[in-house]
């Protein structure tokens, strides 16, 4: 039985929530099945992957123009108790295709297209009357018994602060998930961020269960098609990520369709809600969501920082590498045009299982631009003039790299939190006094002609 998001396993908190997951449903006695359109996106296709490897779904089903990709396909594995199925539909009458809808509980839109590729006319076509034809046909087939419900909460970003919406939309026991934008905004000037906004706020309207709508950031990924400006962009941002965080601004597509499967197993939706619920997250928002997540119990942080004291050179699996051979720019004068001394080391992330959970997680988020599309962690090294001394080169750095990012902080001591209450306290204090000075410095100026 599979026990997480992950192909081959995840932390003690994701494997809770899948559990709790599953009990929902089953009490319900409602089998749990996704149904997802947008799947040959970027997105859609990481979306895709973690709904399937996932295993707590009973059935998949996904919706398209056309036929999936061969290859798409043969790098995800499919747990034996879920079902996959894709249904080629006309997205212009999708009315003619409500057999595909029904007895799905979570919808998932990953639709979506540039008004470049599209033009506006098209743009508007893809990215507003399929998303909101998809959400239609979605909670027309599925709901069930449906009555006038209160206002939806609407919580903020942060998921903190709950807030009404307009509308009294009707009950349902359904979750929908939208990939939207950052930015989006029904009153905004340019069309892309207003259509985004309309389309959210007119889902808003639809009473889910749980209606999560996504707005990322600039998607770290490599594209099949050429996008010179957002090449550009995710250059610039690769860059800036060896300096500074980019968590606010970019995300890479593995991690957002993690975040979205992960809050739709999170939030189960098996019976009807006295008060739909809408959460709009944010980049940064859907990266502390990941964060969240996945929480560590004291034995998997003993294990972790274990693992990482006994890693070294020699225990590092060497045969689970591929090895490659080029020739370096590196030192060594004209023997660097003769010999092939440049190493080029990579490996399956996802697959590395000598590797745990948790910091195969850590590598996702902390080294994006090392790992290409096809999921492999790539090392490269031509400081020497050897191959045997550049592979150990690349074995020093993988052991670092791996001892890095498993770092686990220690629990603060008691003693140190009363330090950072006291700095805190002395904090508020000094700037209640600066405040106070400022303003009597203020009163005094305006004291009348008494005071000349």
């Excluded at 809770?16 to 599953?22: D, I, Q, V, Y």
């Excluded at 050429?226 to 990520?241: H, M, N, P, Q, T």
């Excluded at 965080?245 to 991690?255: H, V």
């Excluded at 997250?281 to 920082?305: C, F, P, T």
Aim: glycine letters at 8%.
């Amino acid at each position: 039985m599979s026990t997480s998001i992950d192909t081959s396993g995840s932390t003690g908190a994701l494997v809770a929530n899948l559990e709790s997951f599953r009990a929902a449903y089953a009490t319900a006695q409602r089998p749990a099945r996704a149904l997802i359109v947008g799947a040959t996106g970027e997105v859609g296709q990481e979306v895709l992957r973690w709904l399937l490897s996932s295993g707590a779904f009973e059935q998949v089903t996904s919706l398209g123009r056309r036929e999936l990709p061969a290859d798409m396909m043969n790098t995800t594995e499919v747990p034996t108790q879920t079902q996959f199925e894709h249904r080629v539909v006309d997205f212009d009458h999708l009315d003619r295709h409500t057999d595909a809808f029904k007895g799905h509980t979570h919808g998932f839109c990953c639709l979506g297209t540039t008004k470049a590729k599209s033009g506006a006319e098209g743009f508007h076509r893809v990215d507003h009357d399929y998303v909101l034809g998809f959400a239609e046909q979605f909670l027309q087939a599925n709901q069930s018994g449906a009555e006038p419900l209160k206002k939806p909460e609407v919580l903020a970003a942060t998921g903190s602060h709950p807030t009404a919406a307009a509308g009294d939309p009707p009950s349902n026991n359904l979750y929908f998930a939208l990939v939207s934008s950052m930015g989006a905004d029904s009153t905004a000037f340019f069309l892309y961020p207003k259509t985004k906004g309309q389309v959210e706020d007119k889902l808003k309207s639809f009473g889910f269960g749980r209606l999560a709508i996504f707005q990322p950031g600039l998607l770290i990924c490599d594209r099949h098609e050429s996008r010179f400006v957002e090449s550009v962009a995710i250059k610039s941002v690769r860059a800036l990520g060896h300096i500074m965080s980019t968590r606010r601004f970019a995300i890479p597509t593995p991690l957002l369709g993690q975040a979205i499967v992960g809050d739709a197993l999170c939030h189960p939706v098996a019976t009807k809600s006295p008060t739909p619920q809408v959460v709009v997250l944010q980049n940064n928002a859907i990266m502390d969501s990941l964060d969240e997540k996945l929480g560590l119990s004291d034995d998997e942080i003993r294990a972790v920082r274990s693992w990482a004291e006994r890693l070294t050179i020699e225990s590092i699996p060497r045969r689970t590498f591929d090895m490659s051979f080029h020739r370096s720019s590196g030192p060594g004068g004209q023997n660097v045009n003769k010999v092939n001394t440049k190493v080029d080391m990579r490996f399956n992330l996802r697959k590395a299982k000598w590797i745990p959970d948790y910091v195969r997680h850590q590598i996702e988020i902390q080294e994006p631009n090392r790992i290409n599309k096809a999921g492999e962690f790539v090392l490269t090294s031509e400081r020497h003039r050897t191959q045997n001394q550049n592979l150990e080169d690349c074995l020093h750095k993988l052991r670092d790299l791996l001892v890095r990012v498993a770092y686990i902080p220690p629990d603060p001591t008691k003693e140190k939190l009363q330090q950072i209450g006291n700095r805190i306290q002395a904090a508020k204090s000094q700037n209640r006094a600066y405040k106070t000075y400022r303003s009597n410095l203020k009163s005094s100026r305006r004291g009348g002609s008494d005071d000349y």
